[in-house]
């Protein structure tokens, strides 16, 4: 596989985990250990379809909130679950 980033040819992704932020008006929504595909070479991240919606509805849960910051566990998080 090509990295889209580094441009280096016949790289292996692997799995790993990354932070997100997102900047809420004044606030920050900061999600920890997010899923991910690394490339080998340069270590940029890839995310999923799924997690990107998850990610997605975190966003719009903690949109509610401009003016703070939160900090959130990807994996604990438990958004539209009853």
Same mark, same amino acid.
Request: proline share 5%.
């Given at each position: $596989? #090509?990295?889209?980033?580094?441009? #280096?040819?016949?790289?292996? $992704?692997?799995? !790993?985990?990354?932070?997100?932020? @997102?900047? $809420?008006g004044r606030g920050k929504l900061v999600i920890e250990?997010?899923?991910?595909? =690394?490339?080998?070479?340069? !270590?940029? !991240?890839? @995310?999923?379809?799924?997690?990107?919606? =998850?990610? =997605?509805?975190?966003?719009?849960?903690?949109?509610?909130?401009?003016?703070?910051?939160? @900090?959130?566990?990807?994996?604990?998080?438990?958004? !539209? =679950?009853?």
């Open positions: $596989m #090509k990295c889209p980033v580094c441009n #280096k040819s016949n790289v292996k $992704m692997v799995d !790993g985990l990354q932070t997100c932020s @997102i900047q $809420m250990n997010v899923p991910c595909q =690394k490339c080998s070479n340069c !270590g940029e !991240g890839f @995310i999923s379809e799924p997690t990107v919606l =998850k990610l =997605k509805d975190l966003r719009d849960f903690y949109r509610h909130f401009p003016e703070r910051t939160f @900090i959130v566990d990807f994996q604990a998080a438990e958004i !539209g =679950k009853d």
